[in-house]
């Protein structure tokens, strides 16, 4: 958690108290990060339901979002179905649980996933069309026949399963909506704070019974009488299937769904991803938009662990996690959320250090309420591993990254604060061309935007967001929809509808301006806000790029704040940065916040630019005032002195690597029953056959002596390659807990003259003990249905793999400031 004395007494060293004291943002519980609680069977129970979500609190979480799925074998006597009053008290206890423990409860609006249930007859399930091409005298004749796909729910819990709902019929969801209304009233039970919509995955679903007659009413001319021009995939008669599929969508389903969570005091969170509609409409309809990351980023960050054969790319980048976001701003809400780590990596594989790079592109793209994905419910005394879901990554009480997650979840934290913050701030607005996307790939009816094909899709709006961006702006996407309520104010702005502010309109290259597009931007064309293509000199004359992005390569993020301006910023590059760059707002005083360890430091401010020094996997907060308050010429005579962002002198060092060293553990399971003693440092598999298979913390110990000038000076110590985190201790003073690259601490005041005493407490992952138990025949997989599989879907065995190592993996340095 992050200390609201820390986040208003440290800077008083560097800013005004008077400016500062009334605006700082304090953490709220939506800048905690969220938990996708998969209910395996809803098999739960009060007291475990209580131990688990203390667990929680503790870690730092915020909110657990509720979603049941299949169940656990021979468990079935267990199993609660679900809505059943049984299932409805078990609810509302946990909602109880939830103001105890200061965490947001949330569910998902059915099971497993999409919507649907056994309540959905099949005249209201998801609808297909098949078309007879035949000819009869000469004359060719297409006909219509319609049927339904009979997808069921997957992953459905027990009393969730059913068919699908036909998401473009009002009546089918309204419906479907009634029943769970009906749970609710008859049991008396509080609707929780957010209902979640997962991503679309509606397999075939290309029709819906009025269709034709809204096709007519949206389009102006009859569908039927096009048939064969659809079939034979007319770019303009697929493009209007399409468009009206997709407004279908977002009036039937997500708008319903929407209103419907309103009326009983609850609000809606969507992922909007994957279906056949403008994804910018869809997303703009609810409450919170939800992105999400699919697979493990290789940003080449030095000293991070890569895996090699046991991650997979993430389809997510840059460009598809701005959709989300940009919803959210061009509409002024507040949050953006993401199902973060959706197989990161293979299971009982992933780090924390895995997670950060992923987490800051996140950050950077515009997310501000992350959600892990996820978390299974599992009882306290289950034998280990316990209960699991399918997919990774495993962030929960039995997994033993557990142990360090608070720090984690404090980086969020404090990470989040900030970024919910003031307002968004970026640069452009840049127009999604959808109607150019529907009519490419015309033979096939559906067109999905789902995150796994965007770059087959949209390569070229693809590359005019990567181009924008690496020439050092940031933009958010926008709709016809959203594009009809922009204006231009008195100093030449663009706002938004919500209130929204932009320098200009960017229409990506190979856009048809038709009619309706030109109606929309010939205002802003005759104020000059309109930029076609990438047209870098004309964007330069809009607005000024960032040169942290531009010429350091940083992922950045900017927000304005009553009181000026600030910055999220992260290096995602193999290169470690110091430099003085110039910004792109007004500053009159700035300061640099460390969302690791909530510490303030000067930003180096002279002529106009700061001073930018990030190793690379690194991250801060920039905040920057738009004027120097009354202690601005002590903070810059105190920046002077120490003159961050020159370049690196020459530091002296020590080097602990090959000292005397003693190991034991602590939370060892299996456990070793044995201390070491090491002349030099070794990661602990080598060192005995119980090591090897061990999950748990090992305690390196030992000892150094300094001279009084050595105690005096400024220090940091470099734990090396870490496996997988470490707590570290000098002289039995905390100094916390190094758990991303790089795993660099601070001293601080801890060391003395003469003997000091070094203690760094290392956990490793649950890899090598699940390996263990493959080997040893020991049955733990015993989920229903898909069980668990490897990050390729396939059914698997972890005997085959070979020891990660555990422990100090290189090097254990003290090096001078």
């Known amino acids: ?124 399930a998801a609808c297909k069309a098949t078309f007879a091409d035949t000819v009869v005298n000469g004359k060719r004749r297409v006909t219509l026949h319609v049927g339904r796909t009979r997808q069921k729910v997957k992953r459905a819990a027990p009393g969730g399963e059913g068919w699908v709902i036909d998401h473009f019929d009002s009546t089918a969801v309204a419906h479907y909506l009634a029943h769970i209304d009906s749970a609710f009233t008859a049991s008396g039970t509080p609707f929780p704070h957010t209902f979640f919509n997962d991503s679309y995955e509606v397999y075939g679903a290309n029709w819906t019974p009025r269709l034709p007659e809204e096709f007519l009413k949206r389009r102006g001319y009859n569908l039927m009488d096009n048939l064969d021009k659809l079939v034979d ?48 409409d869809c997303y703009a309809g609810v409450d919170i938009p939800e992105i999400e990351g699919f697979g493990l980023t290789d940003f080449g960050i030095k000293g991070l662990r890569t895996d090699k054969g046991f991650t997979r790319p993430n389809f997510s980048d840059l460009s598809m996690l701005k959709y989300a976001p940009s919803a959210a701003h061009i509409t002024g809400k507040k949050y953006t959320s993401s199902e973060t780590f959706t197989w990161l990596t293979e299971h009982f594989r992933t780090s924390l250090s895995q997670m950060k790079p992923d987490l800051d592109l996140m950050f950077c793209a515009g997310v501000n309420r992350m959600f892990f994905h996820g978390t299974a419910y599992s009882p306290k005394d289950d034998p280990w591993p316990g209960w699991k879901f399918y997919a990774s990554v495993d962030m929960s009480p039995t997994n033993s990254i557990w142990r360090d997650a608070p720090s984690l979840m404090a980086y969020i934290t404090r990470c989040q604060t900030y970024l919910q913050w003031g307002q968004p701030d970026n640069d452009f607005l840049v127009y999604l061309p959808v109607r150019d996307l529907w009519r490419e790939d015309t033979r096939r009816l559906l067109m999905m935007f789902d995150i796994h094909s965007m770059d087959k899709k949209a390569p070229q709006f693809i590359k005019t967001i990567l181009a924008i961006d690496s020439l050092g702006y940031d933009c958010d996407y926008i709709s016809d929809k959203y594009l009809a309520g922009v204006t231009v104010t008195p100093d030449g702005q663009l706002r938004t509808a919500a209130g929204t502010l932009y320098k200009g309109l960017v229409i990506p290259p190979g856009t048809t301006v038709d009619s309706r597009l030109q109606a929309l931007i010939a205002p802003l064309q005759k104020q000059g806000k309109v930029i076609c293509g990438i047209d870098v000199p004309a964007l330069a004359t809009t607005a000024r790029p960032e040169a942290m992005k531009r010429e350091l390569g940083l992922k950045i993020i900017r927000r304005s704040n009553p009181a000026g301006h600030h910055y999220f910023v992260a290096n995602l590059t193999p290169r470690d940065v110091a430099a003085r760059v110039p910004l792109a707002v007004e500053v009159g005083e700035a300061v640099w916040y460390n969302p690791m360890d909530s510490t303030f430091a000067p930003a180096g401010l002279r002529g106009g630019e700061v001073a930018v020094r990030l190793r690379s996997g690194e991250s801060r907060i920039l905040i920057v005032r738009d004027r120097p308050g009354d202690t601005a010429r002590s903070i810059a005579e105190k920046q002077e002195a120490t003159k961050p962002g020159t370049p690196d002198r020459h530091c002296a060092t020590i080097d602990l690597s090959s000292a005397s060293w003693r190991l034991s553990f602590l939370e060892e399971a299996p456990r070793v029953g044995k201390t070491f003693r090491l002349n030099g440092l070794r990661s602990w598999e080598q060192l005995s056959d119980s090591a090897r298979v061990t999950m748990g913390t090992g305690v390196y110990e030992t000892t150094f002596k300094l001279t009084g000038r050595q105690a005096s000076a400024r220090w940091e110590i470099d734990l090396g390659d870490v496996r997988e985190s470490a707590r570290v201790y000098i002289n039995g003073r905390y100094l916390g807990c190094a758990w991303a690259v790089p795993f660099v601490l601070d001293c601080r005041n801890a060391l003395k003259r003469g003997r000091n005493t070094l203690r760094i407490e290392v956990t490793n992952l649950p890899a090598n003990r699940i390996a263990d138990m493959d080997r040893r025949g020991v049955v733990w997989r015993k989920m229903k249905e898909i069980n668990v599989v490897d990050i390729n879907y396939k059914k698997t065995t972890y005997a085959g793999w070979e020891p990660l190592p555990g422990g100090l993996n290189s090097t254990v340095k003290l090096i001078e400031k």
């Open 1 to 124: 958690m992050v200390n609201k004395k820390t986040l208003i007494a440290a800077p008083l060293l560097l800013l005004s108290l008077n400016a500062v004291r009334a605006q700082l943002p304090l953490p709220t519980p939506e800048a905690r990060p969220g938990l996708r609680w998969w209910w395996l069977g809803s098999a739960v129970d009060k007291p475990n339901l209580a131990w688990n979500m203390e667990q929680y609190a503790r870690a730092g979480v915020g909110t657990v979002e509720i979603t049941p799925i299949y169940g656990v074998q021979g468990n079935e006597r267990n199993d609660i179905t679900y809505l059943s009053p049984k299932w409805m008290e078990m609810l509302h206890y946990t909602e109880d649980e939830g103001r105890r423990n200061n965490i947001e409860i949330d569910m998902a609006t059915g099971t497993g996933w999409p919507f649907g249930g056994p309540w959905v007859p099949l005249s209201e």
């Open 233 to 280: 995939g007319d770019p303009q008669v697929v493009s209007d299937y399409r468009e009206t599929l997709a407004e279908l969508l977002l009036k039937n389903f997500t708008n319903q769904w929407t209103a419907w969570a309103h009326r009983h005091g609850a609000i809606t969170r969507n992922q909007a991803h994957g279906s056949p509609a403008n994804l910018i």
